[in-house]
């Protein structure tokens, strides 16, 4: 059984901060990149922060120095703290891994931002 849960979602202001969670079903994931997406409506889903089983980070360009992904692997949970939220963050943010070719995803969180 694979399951990720994201949790941390809400309705924030321009110019706000908030912590998204993904927990774990177990301790596989700990040895596997996890990867944070979002979508909007009518649009397509994109990667905005990529985690490895190491910690080393990547980020979309957009949301460069204003969000941090994390990883706790002793929770079997991964973050993603988002600050200085923008409108255009807006969106259902999902957690990924993929292991041998499958992409598992979570349920999603709502995140709102209004201007």
């Known amino acids: 059984q694979v399951r990720l849960v994201e949790s941390g979602g809400g309705l924030v202001q321009a110019g706000g901060s908030l912590r998204l969670s993904c927990a774990a079903s177990?301790?596989?994931?700990?040895?596997?990149?996890m990867g944070w997406y979002r979508q909007a409506p009518g649009k397509q889903r994109e990667l905005v922060a990529r985690?490895?089983?190491?910690?080393?980070?990547n980020y979309l360009d957009s949301v460069k120095g204003r969000f941090t992904a994390s990883r706790d692997n002793a929770k079997n949970t991964v973050y993603l703290q988002m600050n200085s939220l923008k409108p255009e963050d807006t969106g259902v943010y999902y957690c990924?891994?993929?292991?041998?070719?499958?992409?598992?995803w979570g349920q999603g969180t709502q995140v709102t931002v209004s201007s």
């Open positions: 990924n891994v993929v292991i041998n070719l499958v992409g598992y």
């Open positions: 177990g301790s596989i994931f700990n040895a596997y990149a």
């Open positions: 985690i490895n089983s190491g910690g080393t980070t």
